[in-house]
């Protein structure tokens, strides 16, 4: 009677000593998963940051390669490509994403839907943004030398559809940056 007793005390301590361990363990990994989230979340908020300023000052460098283009739109001598050299050339915004990107491919399953969300949604007007600036690059290159009013018409309606892209970005950017909707 007595081993058994003691035998069962003996598997009790055993089956504590694991439960407490286990605890432990959960405890410290759930520690370092918010720790690592705290950083991601961070770095995500300081590339939103960053991504707003470069979105301000592309948008401007946009509009004035519209406005030169429409000032030049009836010249027959001057060339998409001399009318881009005078308006300092294509302007890309830099939009940062490497946090985002580097989760996405790894951690996604710490995420908040809501952020997720929010998250996926910036990665696909980032997308969307340089397939309209790559669609104007390719108009452009097909369209280097030519100086007739309607090619330099399409170029100036690509660019105000680009620049206002921008602007529907940089909201939705600014929006996340002051709700701090990421970080929290």
Request: charge should be negative; glycine fraction near 2%.
């Amino acid at each position: 009677m007595k081993s058994i007793k003691q035998l069962i005390r003996e598997v009790l301590t055993v089956i504590i000593g694991i439960l407490i361990a286990l605890f432990i363990n959960n405890w410290n990994d759930e520690r370092k998963e918010k720790k690592y989230l705290d950083q991601v979340y961070t770095s995500i908020q300081k590339e939103l940051e960053e991504s707003v300023d470069g979105l301000k000052t592309t948008i401007p460098k946009q509009l004035a390669a519209a406005d030169t283009i429409q000032k030049y739109i009836t010249d027959s001598s001057m060339s998409l490509y001399n009318i881009m050299i005078k308006s300092d050339g294509i302007h890309l915004p830099n939009i940062r994403t490497t946090s985002w990107d580097a989760i996405s491919n790894s951690r996604i399953d710490l995420i908040e839907y809501e952020k997720l969300a929010a998250l996926r949604e910036i990665a696909d007007r980032k997308e969307n943004l340089n397939k309209r600036i790559e669609k104007q690059l390719d108009y452009l290159f097909e369209n280097f030398e030519d100086t007739s009013r309607s090619k330099k018409e399409i170029m100036h309606m690509m660019t105000l559809d680009i620049v206002g892209a921008e602007k529907r970005f940089q909201n939705a950017l600014e929006e996340l940056v002051q709700n701090n909707s990421i970080k929290n």
